[in-house]
């Protein structure tokens, strides 16, 4: 069975205090145990250990990056545990500077990392609707897709090392919110992902 990290990264605020961030998080730990994972869970904003965050990376073959989308980014909290921890990883631990060397020192820009052979999972609240992403008529994300919109997300696992699996959102959270309807896609969408994921292995 996997070694799951999950990383919440919600920023708690007057307006969206990051209840549905940490009901998923917390979801899906229980369901990992229930299926037989071992589980570790770090709330960002609640405060963390950098060496000890590093040593969660190195422990596990699967990391789950759940966090709402703040103007298209990761919010200000979820930035700063990137920068404080994969900063100090970059030394040899997660990976090996930024992977050029004297040799080729124009060449494999971002190929350092250690954490091959690890996957990666975001899952994401939005206020934006689904239907603002994939349709080229919608004039803001121009036919962006959710996954085009996170790409700094996805190259910050890459320089890890690390390879992704199928993105989850939950979208439209702030004016036309389904959560029971988010919560039942996102069962379905670990069934789906983490069974994969155990056949691949086998």
Request: proline share 5%; charged share 20%.
């Amino acid at each position: 069975m996997s070694k799951i990290h999950i990383l919440n990264g919600a920023q708690p605020y007057a307006f969206a205090p990051g209840t549905l961030n940490a009901t998923l998080a917390n979801r899906a730990k229980a369901t990992f145990e229930t299926m037989g994972h071992k589980v570790r869970l770090t709330s960002v904003s609640e405060g963390y250990d950098v060496e000890a965050e590093i040593e969660n990376h190195l422990w596990a073959n699967v990391l789950l990056l759940q966090f709402p989308v703040n103007w298209m980014g990761v919010p200000w909290s979820f930035k700063k545990y990137m920068d404080e921890v994969y900063t100090a990883g970059m030394g040899g631990r997660l990976s090996d500077g930024d992977g050029r060397s004297s040799n080729a020192p124009k060449a494999n820009y971002g190929m350092g990392g250690k954490l091959v052979g690890t996957r990666y999972m975001i899952s994401t609240t939005l206020n934006a609707p689904a239907e603002a992403f994939a349709d080229a008529g919608e004039p803001f994300f121009e036919g962006l897709s959710l996954d085009d919109l996170l790409r700094p997300v996805h190259l910050n696992a890459k320089f890890f090392g690390m390879m992704p699996l199928p993105s989850f959102g939950a979208f439209d959270v702030m004016k036309n919110a389904d959560v029971a309807g988010d919560l039942a896609r996102f069962d379905t969408h670990l069934a789906m992902t983490f069974g994969e994921l155990a056949n691949d292995a086998a």
